[in-house]
């Protein structure tokens, strides 16, 4: 079993859709839970940081972590086109940044 | 603004070339990092830095050296490039140990180099 599973998609979605984002895994070591962002031709980039259970709201974005179920999602809220990119799960299980785990990535298109 | 960049966005070398990848960023970042980046596999790490002349492996050292004489600049080596090397480098920085900034640890990624090994 992966550690860390994400749907690569890709996903297509219309402009003002809701899009949900959705990685899974294994190691109940994880303690700390981000979401980068990365488009097309860069580096990927910090979106959202969280440690603990719940949701975590900035902006448009929400941020979810069910750590019973051992699963993080990602909620968009009136996406725009701006919003298409590769959307990747990070986990984190230790104090080091070898420790530091990234999912494969969802490619997401917001369609005009 | 933080900028971390790399000496090449696409690069095209042939089996057993000794390969240089150059990063630089302009932040005065403690640590700096490695990675490769492949399709459903996610970003692996490679090599990172905590100092001027310190590293560490990560989860592929595999083939691969680095050097960081400079604080603000970490060279990835390919000692003698293979064709299961292809793929997109990035390179990143972060101000802080993962302790230090409660795991944040956000880091800062360069654009990437894309190398074909033919």
């Known amino acids: 079993q992966k550690e860390v599973e994400q749907d690569p998609g890709p996903l297509s979605v219309p402009e003002g859709a809701i899009v949900s984002l959705n990685c899974t895994y294994s190691n109940s070591a994880f303690q700390y839970f981000m979401w980068y962002r990365q488009y097309s031709r860069k580096g990927p980039e910090l979106l959202m940081y969280?440690?603990?259970?719940g949701n975590k709201e900035d902006g448009r974005f929400t941020a979810q972590v069910d750590k019973s179920s051992k699963y993080i999602s990602l909620f968009i809220r009136d996406s725009q086109p701006s919003d298409s990119a590769t959307y990747l799960c990070v986990f984190i299980r230790g104090t080091s940044y070898d420790k530091v785990i990234f999912g494969p990535g969802t490619s997401l298109s917001v369609i005009p | 603004d933080v900028k971390v960049t790399q000496s090449s966005r696409y690069l095209v070398k042939r089996t057993g070339e000794k390969v240089f990848l150059e990063c630089v960023q302009d932040?005065?970042?403690?640590?700096m990092f490695w990675y490769r980046q492949d399709p459903g596999l996610g970003l692996r790490l490679i090599y990172f830095s905590y100092d001027v002349k310190m590293k560490e492996k990560g989860d592929i050292p595999e083939g691969y050296s680095v050097s960081r004489e400079k604080k603000e600049r970490f060279s990835l080596i390919l000692e003698s490039a293979s064709t299961n090397q292809t793929s997109m480098y990035l390179c990143?920085?972060?101000?802080?140990?993962?302790?230090?900034?409660?795991?944040?640890?956000?880091?800062?990624f360069g654009p990437g180099t894309r190398l074909t090994v033919t």
């Open positions: 990143a920085s972060s101000p802080d140990t993962l302790e230090a900034s409660g795991a944040r640890g956000e880091q800062y």
């Open positions: 932040m005065d970042h403690e640590n």
């Open positions: 969280t440690y603990s259970s």
